[in-house]
């Protein structure tokens, strides 16, 4: 189960400073706190001063049977399960995805210390170079899937297996609630339920335990709102979030992810609405446990009422531990099974992504006000003494080859591609790591190289090769679609807010494509060439990341 490491993989997989650490600032700890132990507070001195309030769960009689509905039919129990197991490999995968980088901001700029938590130990270092790769952690495969310090590629197949099914359960969940009348026991009747909540609160922060109601029945205000909170809040909250980091739909519908403030908050809230269910599920489980487990075991798994056996508790318990087996195939996969994981995950996604959001045509947006103080780098800096004996001459001599189906191949310098056209523009960059930065860009679109050099019809695909090696070594490429290539935005920029390229971003040449995440735009480009299918170059994945790490072809989310 282990995976066995080389020497260069564990280097790899436990950074050095790898160990477990969480650090908020103080800001957030004191905001954090004060909600909690404040609400734990107040709820004293209610109790101390003006005595326990009124328990309204005693309002419905705990033990005549409440009217219709009851129980828990069969539907209920198995997508309760169901959903279950998909919650747990999303938020194991999403804390795999996390610690790829480890920090969580309220600002696009993603700056150095403007982060409100980080999971890593390291402080950012100013005085040298740090990409975000480098950046990126280790977490325990207890606790990620697939945990250490795999690829986000992996990290990211669990997390879009899983998702669909989970959002499929929760439909068919919603949908049998409505059409039946069970719908009455999670959605609140009236807004009662906020100060009945409260005063069902009191009684348990202050360890006066209230009357069970009987959950096969009727549930207490403040369980009825959480469930309610957590199957038509926070399960479609988590979704909203999660599209808001799609750099497909945020390029082109702006006001989508400043519904959440921005896009990094978008991310935040993900993280929080994630922690609200971790908490959830612990309290939830604790409650179930000490107000009658065995019975309570009956209710959730065999629809019985009364039965004190601990039949259910027994067919629970095997749930649990198939859920823990499944996890445990689920990291022998990660390792054993990337290819996969990698094809299970592209048939769910590529085409229910290629026929919708990335057909949408970026629209500029941002403005020089907007452009971040701070921008990540990313990748491995060329070191080929080609590249360096062009930097060397300020890419005086420097040659874009342009080649392939094409009807005119040809080689052109910087001072050519300069006369072909410029367009400027200030795009939002989104990392598939998550974090983001907005800055200017200017170059030549890419619609004008493809007007001069005439694809052949049968041309589906552009590929762009760097002077700078991958992760892993060889060269780093990256295939893009025809379609994408001539959206609108879509440049060979050699400008960087207002400067000439600097080295580090990928001089003398980048690619900017705005609806794809930033590992499709390579850098430091030496030549272009047009082809039938990504099929035919590299491993065939479509590029270093998509062969190497497992990315995603279409880098649309
Ligand atoms: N040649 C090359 N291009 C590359 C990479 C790389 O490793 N090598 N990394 C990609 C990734 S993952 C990102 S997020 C962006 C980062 O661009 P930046 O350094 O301007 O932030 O470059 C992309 N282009
Ligand atoms: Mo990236």
């Known amino acids: 189960m282990i995976p066995h490491f080389t020497a260069a993989e564990k280097a790899i ?3 050095e400073d790898r160990k477990f650490y969480v650090r908020l600032k103080p800001y957030m700890l004191f905001i954090m706190g004060f909600v909690l132990i404040g609400s734990i507070a107040i709820a004293w001195i209610q109790y101390l001063f003006f005595g326990l309030p009124p328990d309204p769960s005693l309002s419905f009689s705990a033990v005549a049977v409440v009217t219709e509905p009851s129980g828990f039919p069969m539907w209920i129990n198995i997508s309760h399960w169901v959903n279950f197991f998909f919650l747990v490999l999303i938020i194991r995968s999403g804390l795999s995805i996390l610690v790829d980088h480890p920090r969580l901001y309220w600002n696009n700029g993603c700056g150095p210390e403007t982060e409100w938590i980080r999971f890593t130990p390291v402080i950012f270092p100013k005085d040298k170079t740090w990409t975000a790769k480098q950046d990126s952690r280790y977490i325990s495969p207890v606790v990620g899937l697939p945990g250490y310090r795999h690829t986000v590629g992996i990290a ?29 026991r999670l959605v609140p009747a009236s807004f009662q339920i906020i100060p009945d909540s409260w005063n069902v609160f009191v009684h348990y922060a202050t360890f006066n335990l209230p009357v069970e109601p009987n959950g096969f029945y009727h549930f207490n205000a403040l369980q009825q709102l959480s469930y309610f909170a957590v199957v038509f809040i926070m399960a479609p909250l988590a979704m909203l979030t999660g599209l808001a980091m799609s750099p497909a739909i945020d390029s082109r519908f702006h006001w989508y992810p400043k519904l959440f403030f921005n896009r990094q908050t978008a991310r935040s809230f993900h993280f929080l609405i994630m922690f609200a269910y971790v908490i959830f599920i612990v309290v939830h489980v604790a409650l179930v446990a000490l107000t009658g487990l065995s019975k309570n075991m009956n209710h959730i798994i065999l629809n019985k009422p009364n039965d004190t056996s601990s039949t259910g508790l027994w067919i629970g318990i095997v749930i649990i531990l198939f859920v823990v087996a499944f996890n445990m195939l689920g990291h022998w996969l990660s390792w054993r099974k990337q290819r996969t994981l990698q094809f299970l995950e592209k048939k769910i996604n590529e085409s229910l992504w290629s026929s919708t959001i990335n057909k949408f045509k970026p629209k500029s947006f941002y403005t020089k006000k907007d452009i971040s103080p701070y921008f990540w780098p990313n990748g491995k800096m060329p070191d080929s003494k080609e590249w360096e004996d062009l930097k060397g001459n300020n890419f005086k001599d420097y040659k874009l080859k342009i080649y392939g189906l094409v009807e005119n191949p040809i080689e052109l310098s910087l001072d050519d591609l300069k006369k072909m056209g410029r367009e400027e523009t200030i795009e939002m960059h989104s990392c598939i790591q998550g974090w983001t930065g907005i800055a200017e860009w200017a170059g030549v679109p890419m619609s004008k190289i493809i007007d001069l050099v005439k694809p052949h019809s049968n041309v589906t695909t552009v590929a762009f090769y760097s002077f700078g090696e991958g992760l892993y070594g060889g060269v780093y490429y990256d295939t893009n679609t025809l379609d994408n290539c001539l959206k609108p935005k879509s440049l060979l920029a050699w400008e960087m807010n207002y400067q000439p390229l600097p080295v580090e971003y990928g001089a003398p040449l980048r690619l900017r494509v705005e609806n794809q995440l930033g590992y499709k735009m390579v850098k430091w480009i030496s030549a272009i060439e047009f082809i039938e299918s990504y099929k035919n170059i590299g491993k065939g994945f479509g590029g270093k990341n998509e062969d190497d790490e497992y990315f995603d072809l279409l880098a649309n989310t």
């Open 13 to 15: 997989h436990y950074p």
């Open 156 to 184: 990211r197949s669990w997390h879009f297996l899983t998702v669909p099914f989970f959002i499929l359960n929760g439909i068919i969940f919603i949908f049998l609630l409505l059409y039946t009348n069970q719908w009455k």
